[in-house]
């Protein structure tokens, strides 16, 4: 089964840029089955599994789980677009005393070179065996820098204007600790020991120039759990993620990526094109407070059904909300404060961030509750369009407000992917 | 795709008792797909996945991620020769103040009438949601009682002396409050959100009646991940479950299973036939340690190959130790001292526990070390003559011993199977 020649590989929305879209398998990679998909890091949808939704992909995704393989070299990262991995680990990371720029880019070349040889299924140096058997397992490792990072290497003139802090909401209750940091790595993969392999190898690679500052892990749903490819569910049972932009959208790269030339002074982040911005926020839910509440007082909550995520207005998941629908009561069926309402991308001039959450479940604290909820992680080109004036509208009348908390956050800037024979970050730490 | 008839199953251990090997897909799992495999829950080998290891298993493990279904019902609980599954749950609760053999009985029928719908894949009462869409997910519940639940129900006098505390071993760093308990739950799925269901709805079945003590999240390789079914692999990358005794050996389930009529006192354990002894170890690896050492030392520690797990006195995996073979040195090439020399099945009265651990993976310490280990659980009709033995060895010479923390530890009495319109330890709590 080893190096066959993989020609089902799914349409990835590649630019012709860089040739991602065929390949031969590695050997490494072919021995974990021949029915592998490769997939380009700008290909794929931001939801819950591989495919296209229709009946022919689902095979596919079963039969793929440890052969997909996400290619590391591209245009933008992987990790943005890459469909949901069942396993995921965010961890940031702060610079050594001591260390700068020179060891900061040195830091990057070797995370670059560990991740581009685990993402294909490859030992990395110094190799601990942890995924030896699997396939490359879907993984994707995506690096960003925080504000702080930029003081740290000199750059404080290069830093761009949207890494500039978010303003405070009132539902947060962050903890400094695990927030920011000068570096951000997002690890996803299809299987658990594969992503934890990843993980082990970065943090080994960062020894001496940089230490953990925090890190959190996270899951969705597995390949192959659901019939065929469907939208997540979150741990409050909704449907999550239904809004979501569309890579084949007309205005998706616009509103998700860093276009060529930078957002404001001209050129001055240059470095970034092709680049995005996450937001990562560890929203606990309330699951005992919102498990109280009826089905009925939950859909309202959300503005959607919570056995298929279509409107209370009716149709299907993808029907768009009718707001101005009213009920016998004379009250809009979708309440002034419903989650969807006020989030929904029609009531904020489209929507301007692709979500790419994880829950994450971190065991029963000693009052009982589960210390369990959302790793949000958003994608957008500026936040100051994207996630800020959404949360600016939901921090003051969400009726979910009730129910999460946020307990921590970052913003980092996320370059684009690195060509051939470059690591992430090289543009903007060598130039 | 629902409602298909399912005649693909496995052959599964079956001693006839109860008629576990073939029936009608439920409409919720038929949804999820039509490949699924049903599992008895005397069936399947304790080791990486679904499967006999031949090439034609692949392809069901692969296709039934979802569809696959675990018997509540058997001659004994699911969840112990069950494949390894992809996530796990570990859950100790204590009896509230107040209750006592009554309430643990009412307790006990809620969670067996709860267990066995979510392990069929359908809805339990007061559902959350949270696994719609996906299929049983070879999810199982196990149930199992610790010592202090006889004092606490009024059946001291029926305590198995099999319950009497593990003796204390040296490498023990055990922390009370995550050890023991009243009952223990043992969840597996291969899906993260059918698994954290199945938590929370035996959670709120609890309410009132029984407390969390501790909690823990566990995992495995996902289906799929390598290309055929394998032993698993540890957090030191170590196989890891090699010499596991099988279903099919002739001398299984009198090593793993209490016989009808009990051991000790005639009839005194009638309620424990078919049932089970679990010893529970969070077992803290030592990870920076470990991967400090070269791949011969750590070769040596265990005994066998990494890349293979076969013996370092040659074969593979599944070749028998050769334990007399002396190197050129004049010293036996499996070490004295190694892990694998000191467990060995042959160097004590053959393999008398079935190991079914879980990795685990909290995150990282302060100090940057990692949490992170195996939920040790080993299965045994007696843990006298299973756990105790071995790990009374291990304790005074085991290469691996400075690698490893025991950090907490449980040991449990799992009854049987419950039959048809029976629940779980009804034989002990209603007669």
Redesign the interface.
């Known amino acids: 089964?080893s190096n066959a020649v993989n020609d089902s590989v799914d349409d990835s929305v590649d630019d012709g840029t860089i040739d991602i879209s065929r390949r031969r398998l590695l050997g490494t990679v072919g021995?974990?089955?021949a029915t592998g998909l490769l997939i380009g890091a700008a290909g794929g949808a931001g939801i819950a599994a591989a495919g296209d939704g229709s009946g022919t992909a689902?095979?596919s995704a079963?039969?793929?789980?440890?052969?997909t393989e996400v290619m590391f070299h591209g245009k933008h990262q992987a990790g943005i677009t890459t469909p949901l991995q069942?396993?995921g680990h965010l961890?940031a990371f702060d610079l050594a005393p001591g260390a700068g720029r020179k060891e900061a880019a040195a830091l990057l070349r070797r995370w670059s070179a560990t991740a581009k040889a685990v993402m294909a299924g490859r030992p990395s140096t110094?190799d601990?065996?942890?995924a030896?058997?699997?396939?490359p397992?879907s993984l994707t490792v995506t690096f960003g820098f925080g504000r702080s990072f930029f003081d740290r290497t000199g750059l404080t003139a290069r830093r761009p204007q949207q890494l500039d802090p978010l303003p405070a909401f009132s539902s947060d209750a962050l903890d400094p600790k695990r927030s920011e940091g000068d570096l951000w790595v997002q690890i996803g993969a299809?299987?658990?020991?594969?992503a934890?392999h990843a993980l082990?190898a970065l943090?080994?690679d960062a020894d001496g120039a940089a230490?953990?500052r925090w890190?959190?892990?996270g899951?969705?749903?597995?390949?192959?759990?659901?019939?065929r490819p469907?939208t997540a569910?979150n741990?409050?049972?909704?449907v999550d993620g239904t809004g979501n932009p569309k890579p084949t959208d007309a205005d998706f790269d616009r509103r998700i990526f860093v276009p060529r030339g930078g957002q404001g002074a001209a050129g001055a982040q240059e470095w970034m094109a092709g680049g995005s911005y996450a937001v990562v926020r560890r929203i606990r839910m309330l699951?005992d407070d919102w498990?109280k509440l009826s089905l009925e007082k939950q859909e309202k909550v959300i503005g959607r059904r919570?056995?298929d995520g279509a409107p209370l207005t009716g149709g299907s998941e993808t029907t768009p909300l009718d707001l101005d629908k009213f009920g016998p009561d004379g009250k809009t069926v979708i309440p002034d404060n419903a989650h969807s309402r006020i989030s929904a991308p029609e009531q904020n001039g489209g929507a301007a961030m692709l979500r790419r959450p994880f829950?994450f479940?971190?065991?029963?604290a000693a009052d009982?509750t589960?210390d369990?909820g959302l790793l949000f992680v958003c994608w957008q080109a500026d936040p100051l369009r994207g996630f800020v004036p959404v949360q600016r509208k939901l921090d003051r009348g969400d009726a979910l407000s009730p129910f999460v908390r946020h307990e921590a956050s970052g913003l980092f800037a996320v370059p684009g992917g690195a060509a051939e024979g470059e690591y992430v970050g090289q543009r903007l730490l060598e130039s």
Chains 1, 2 share one sequence.
Do not use: W, Y
């Open positions: 089964m021995a974990a089955g689902d095979a079963l039969t793929s789980v440890g052969a069942a396993r961890v110094g601990t065996g942890i030896l058997d699997a396939g397992s299809d299987d658990a020991l594969v934890f082990r943090q080994k230490r953990v890190q959190m892990n899951f969705n749903r597995s390949a192959g759990a659901t019939a469907m569910r741990l409050m049972g909704q699951l498990e919570k056995a829950s479940h971190d065991g029963i009982g589960p369990a």
